[in-house]
C-alpha cells in the first residue's frame, strides 16, 4: 500500500495525503503558500491578522459555534502564520474527517471579517505585540533578524508593529485574502487512518468551486547587512544573538548545516552548551539555530546571561566557533549528530500532526514529498569535508551580526565585536 499520494483538483488545488493505517486520528491542515514576506507597507501585519479573524464567525457558524463544533466530538483547532505561509489545522478521530474539512473550509471561504470583530481582535493582536515585547528571549530573534536582513520583508515581524495593526481595515484584509488565498497556492495536507481518494473527494467538495490564481510578487534575495546593535531594556538578563549567514531551505548544503548546527550548539552535548553552561555555569539558555527560506537563510547563536558575564559568554561563543574552524569537527561529533538528526526525524514521524506538518510544508515550499527515505540519506552523506567549507564560507567576520538586547549600552560590548 502506497502511503504517500498528491492529487490536483482542476482548480489548481493540491491535496497531499499520508496513510497512518495504525493510527485513529486524522490531521488535516490548509497550507497558504503566503506569510509575512509577501506584505506591503500597507498590508504589514495582514497575513497573521486574517489568520485571527478566520477564527470570528462564518456565514454559517458564530466564533463559539466553530470551538463548539470541534470540541464537540474532541478535536484540536489551531493556526499559524509563517513568514511564508499560513496553516491553519486540526486533528480529529478518523470518524470525524469530514466535519473537519468542513469546518476548516468554512473558516477560509466564508469568515464574515465584521467590522466590530476586526476592531476587537485589533486589540487582541495588541496585547499579544505587548505580550511579545515582555518576552525578551524571544523578542531578540526577531530584533536580529530585522538588523541581518534590514529592509528586506523577511527582516520584519510577522505580528507587524502596533501602528500597522491600527491601520488595518476590512478592505485591506479582504484584498489581501483574495490576492492569495487562490487555489493555485493552497495544500491540502493530511495524514493519518485516512484513504486519499476520500480526502481528495472531500476537497473537492468543499473547496473545488474557488477560482482565481495568486499574484505572484518576487521580493529580491536579501543581503547579509553586518552590524552591531543594543536595544536597552530594564531586564536581569542580556539576550543576544550572535549570527552569519545560512543556507536557504532547497540548498544541498540544509543536511550539512544541521549536522554543523547539532555539533555547535544543537543540543545538551554541543560545544557551546558543554563550554558555556556545564563547565562554567554562565547561562542556562544557550544554542544554535538555522533559519531557512525559499531563498536565504541565517545561522545564529543565542544566550542569555548576566551583564556582567556578557563579555565572558561573547568570547566563549567566537573562541569555540574560531576553534571549531581551525581544528575542524571530529569524526565522533560528525557520527553522534547524524544519530542525533535521524533520530530526531523518526521520533518526531510518530503521530499524525507532525507527519501532516511535514507534507503541508515541504509541498508548500518545495513543491514536492521528500521520502523519509532520502532524508536520511542525505544526512548520512555528509562528510567533514562538507562541515569545513561550511565553516569557511558561513564564519567570515565581514558577515557577523551581533544583536544584544538588555540593561546594557555600547561601551559594554566587549573588544573581540568592535568593530564588527
Same mark, same amino acid.
Given at each position: 500500500?502506497?502511503?504517500?499520494?498528491?492529487?490536483?483538483?482542476?482548480?489548481?488545488?493540491?491535496?497531499?495525503?499520508?496513510?497512518?493505517?495504525?493510527?485513529?486520528?486524522?490531521?488535516?491542515?490548509?497550507?497558504?503558500?503566503?506569510?509575512?514576506?509577501?506584505?506591503?507597507?500597507?498590508?504589514?501585519?495582514?497575513?497573521?491578522?486574517?489568520?485571527?479573524?478566520?477564527?470570528?464567525?462564518?456565514?454559517?457558524?458564530?466564533?463559539?459555534?466553530?470551538?463548539?463544533?470541534?470540541?464537540?466530538?474532541?478535536?484540536?483547532?489551531?493556526?499559524?502564520?509563517?513568514?511564508?505561509?499560513?496553516?491553519?489545522?486540526?486533528?480529529?478521530?478518523?470518524?470525524?474527517?469530514?466535519?473537519?474539512?468542513?469546518?476548516?473550509?468554512?473558516?477560509?471561504?466564508?469568515?464574515?471579517?465584521?467590522?466590530?470583530?476586526?476592531?476587537?481582535?485589533?486589540?487582541?493582536?495588541?496585547?499579544?505585540?505587548?505580550?511579545?515585547?515582555?518576552?525578551?528571549?524571544?523578542?531578540?530573534?526577531?530584533?536580529?533578524?530585522?538588523?541581518?536582513?534590514?529592509?528586506?520583508?523577511?527582516?520584519?515581524?510577522?505580528?507587524?508593529?502596533?501602528?500597522?495593526?491600527?491601520?488595518?481595515?476590512?478592505?485591506?484584509?479582504?484584498?489581501?485574502?483574495?490576492?492569495?488565498?487562490?487555489?493555485?497556492?493552497?495544500?491540502?495536507?493530511?495524514?493519518?487512518?485516512?484513504?486519499?481518494?476520500?480526502?481528495?473527494?472531500?476537497?473537492?467538495?468543499?473547496?473545488?468551486?474557488?477560482?482565481? %490564481? =495568486?499574484?505572484?510578487?518576487? +521580493?529580491?534575495?536579501?543581503?547579509?547587512?553586518?552590524? #552591531? /546593535?543594543? @536595544?536597552?531594556?530594564?531586564? $536581569?538578563?542580556?539576550?543576544?544573538?550572535?549570527?552569519?549567514?545560512?543556507?536557504?531551505?532547497?540548498?544541498?548544503?540544509?543536511?550539512?548545516?544541521?549536522?554543523?548546527?547539532?555539533?555547535?550548539?544543537?543540543?545538551?552535548?554541543?560545544?557551546?552548551?558543554?563550554?558555556?553552561?556545564?563547565?562554567?555555569?554562565?547561562?542556562?539558555?544557550?544554542?544554535?539555530?538555522?533559519?531557512?527560506?525559499?531563498?536565504?537563510?541565517?545561522?545564529?547563536?543565542?544566550?542569555?546571561?548576566?551583564?556582567?558575564?556578557?563579555?565572558?559568554?561573547?568570547?566563549?561563543?567566537?573562541?569555540?566557533?574560531?576553534?571549531?574552524?581551525?581544528?575542524?569537527?571530529?569524526?565522533?561529533?560528525?557520527?553522534?549528530?547524524?544519530?542525533?538528526?535521524?533520530?530526531?526525524?523518526?521520533?518526531?514521524?510518530? %503521530? =499524525?500532526?507532525?507527519?501532516? +506538518?511535514?507534507?503541508?510544508?515541504?509541498?508548500?515550499? #518545495? /513543491?514536492? @514529498?521528500?521520502?523519509?527515505? $532520502?532524508?536520511?540519506?542525505?544526512?548520512?552523506?555528509?562528510?567533514?569535508?562538507?562541515?569545513?567549507?561550511?565553516?569557511?564560507?558561513?564564519?567570515?567576520?565581514?558577515?557577523?551580526?551581533?544583536?544584544?538586547?538588555?540593561?546594557?549600552?555600547?561601551?559594554?560590548?566587549?573588544?573581540?565585536?568592535?568593530?564588527?
Amino acid at each position: 500500500m502506497q502511503m504517500y499520494n498528491k492529487s490536483f483538483l482542476a482548480n489548481g488545488l493540491r491535496v497531499v495525503t499520508e496513510a497512518m493505517p495504525y493510527v485513529k486520528s486524522v490531521s488535516l491542515g490548509i497550507w497558504i503558500g503566503s506569510g509575512s514576506r509577501s506584505e506591503s507597507t500597507e498590508t504589514l501585519g495582514a497575513s497573521h491578522f486574517i489568520e485571527h479573524m478566520l477564527f470570528k464567525g462564518t456565514e454559517k457558524r458564530t466564533a463559539r459555534e466553530i470551538s463548539e463544533t470541534v470540541d464537540a466530538v474532541g478535536g484540536q483547532l489551531n493556526a499559524f502564520t509563517a513568514k511564508e505561509h499560513t496553516c491553519y489545522y486540526i486533528k480529529v478521530l478518523d470518524t470525524h474527517v469530514e466535519l473537519a474539512m468542513d469546518v476548516l473550509s468554512d473558516m477560509l471561504t466564508g469568515s464574515l471579517f465584521c467590522p466590530e470583530e476586526i476592531e476587537k481582535e485589533k486589540e487582541v493582536v495588541l496585547e499579544e505585540i505587548n505580550m511579545y515585547e515582555d518576552t525578551p528571549d524571544e523578542l531578540i530573534h526577531d530584533l536580529f533578524v530585522d538588523q541581518a536582513w534590514s529592509g528586506h520583508p523577511l527582516g520584519r515581524s510577522i505580528l507587524g508593529d502596533a501602528d500597522a495593526v491600527k491601520r488595518l481595515e476590512r478592505d485591506i484584509l479582504i484584498r489581501f485574502k483574495n490576492r492569495h488565498y487562490t487555489p493555485d497556492n493552497i495544500v491540502v495536507a493530511a495524514a493519518g487512518n485516512l484513504k486519499h481518494e476520500t480526502i481528495v473527494a472531500l476537497a473537492e467538495k468543499y473547496l473545488g468551486h474557488l477560482k482565481g %490564481s =495568486s499574484v505572484r510578487e518576487s +521580493s529580491p534575495v536579501p543581503q547579509i547587512t553586518p552590524a #552591531l /546593535s543594543i @536595544y536597552g531594556k530594564d531586564t $536581569e538578563q542580556v539576550h543576544f544573538c550572535l549570527g552569519t549567514i545560512g543556507v536557504p531551505q532547497n540548498s544541498e548544503e540544509i543536511y550539512a548545516v544541521h549536522v554543523l548546527n547539532n555539533i555547535l550548539g544543537g543540543g545538551t552535548s554541543s560545544r557551546l552548551f558543554q563550554s558555556i553552561r556545564e563547565e562554567r555555569g554562565l547561562a542556562y539558555s544557550v544554542y544554535s539555530y538555522q533559519a531557512s527560506y525559499s531563498d536565504a537563510g541565517l545561522f545564529a547563536v543565542y544566550a542569555g546571561t548576566r551583564p556582567n558575564n556578557l563579555n565572558m559568554v561573547v568570547d566563549l561563543v567566537l573562541q569555540d566557533i574560531a576553534r571549531l574552524k581551525a581544528e575542524k569537527p571530529t569524526m565522533e561529533e560528525l557520527i553522534r549528530s547524524k544519530e542525533q538528526l535521524k533520530s530526531g526525524l523518526l521520533l518526531g514521524l510518530e %503521530s =499524525s500532526s507532525s507527519r501532516m +506538518s511535514r507534507l503541508g510544508k515541504t509541498e508548500i515550499t #518545495l /513543491s514536492r @514529498y521528500i521520502p523519509l527515505e $532520502e532524508l536520511i540519506d542525505k544526512v548520512d552523506k555528509v562528510t567533514l569535508s562538507d562541515l569545513t567549507e561550511l565553516l569557511e564560507k558561513m564564519f567570515v567576520r565581514e558577515n557577523l551580526c551581533f544583536t544584544a538586547l538588555g540593561p546594557i549600552e555600547g561601551k559594554d560590548l566587549p573588544s573581540s565585536l568592535q568593530p564588527v
